[in-house]
């Protein structure tokens, strides 16, 4: 098995900079400098906060398209992905696949697992150094 760690949970917000504010100020906990920006491809724009060895990520949509646009406008805020990092992405997605598990193909490092192959999860697997 090639899973290395939580890489990130997505959390999906209205608005960033409260999101940012509020957990800074209720939690001290600080957005990473740098990372994160206006994703005009997917529609979003994102902030990494650092916790131990995995980050949380606030992803805020930017129009009304796209899987955050809808995740947001069908439930809210809350909880979107949960992403894992892996060694070897392709290998990972071909060992997954011979479990059973329903995958997407790898683009740019990154595949997503089906929600009906993890109980309704949005599983999201990331290869960071390639």
Known sequence: MSFKKIDHIGIVVKD????????DHNLGLKAAPGRGGEVPA??????????????????QPLGTEGPVATFAAERGEGTFMLSLEVDD???EVERLRGLGARVGNPNNGVAF?????????????????R
Request: net charge negative; proline share 2%.
């Open 42 to 59: 997917l529609g979003i724009k994102n902030a990494f906060v650092p916790v131990g060895e995995s980050d949380l990520e606030f992803i």
């Open 89 to 91: 992405i392709e290998a």
């Open 16 to 23: 960033l900079d409260a999101a940012l504010a509020t957990y």
């Open 113 to 129: 697992v089906s929600m009906k192959s993890t109980h309704g999860v949005n599983l999201q697997l990331v290869q960071r150094n």
